[in-house]
């Protein structure tokens, strides 16, 4: 895809999901895939490709260069599609070996997988993640509320 900006031009590449992929991330979240799930998954995955690709191609107009990537957005719209299609949001406790689980938490880790590389979300085990994920909704239901 291609984006001209002020006579610079960025070439960004679609991402898509296999529907496998879709329907292992569905069935780690323990629900059942039908083809609008499925669908719902690559179409909010390939919008947050498209947007750090995106910010990743602009050119860089000044400031502390600091930039939103996008993931607390992304995060909640998986929230958000996980409970719609039948899901309940929850993360699970933290256990005395430090393991973290729920079926919305190994559905949210199996998107992560599922991104490029350069898009994923790093962290250094479960528990880091989880609190990313927490926060991420915590500040959105500032922004609303």
């Known amino acids: 895809m291609r ?26 979240g323990e629900l059942a895939p039908n083809e609008d799930f499925v669908f719902a998954i690559k179409a909010e995955v390939s919008r947050y490709v498209y947007w750090r ?4 191609t602009a050119p860089h107009v ?26 309940t949001y929850g993360l699970g406790r933290k256990n005395v070996d430090g393991s973290v689980g729920s079926p919305f938490f ?26 990313a994920i927490r926060r991420a909704r915590q500040n959105s239901k500032k922004l609303i509320g």
Not at 53 to 56: K, V
Not at 109 to 130: C, D, G, M, Q, S
Request: aromatic share 14%.
């Open 3 to 28: 984006k001209d900006y002020d006579g610079q031009t960025a070439w960004v590449e679609d991402y898509e999901l296999d529907d496998d992929i879709c329907h292992q991330i569905i069935e780690a």
């Open 53 to 56: 690709g995106m910010e990743r």
């Open 62 to 87: 000044g400031g502390s260069g600091r930039s939103n990537d996008f993931w607390g957005e992304h995060i909640c719209k998986i929230i958000e599609l996980y409970e719609s299609f039948g899901g």
């Open 106 to 131: 190994s559905f949210a880790i199996e998107i992560n997988k599922a991104l490029p590389p350069e898009y994923r979300r790093l962290t250094v085990n479960k528990w880091e993640f989880a609190l």
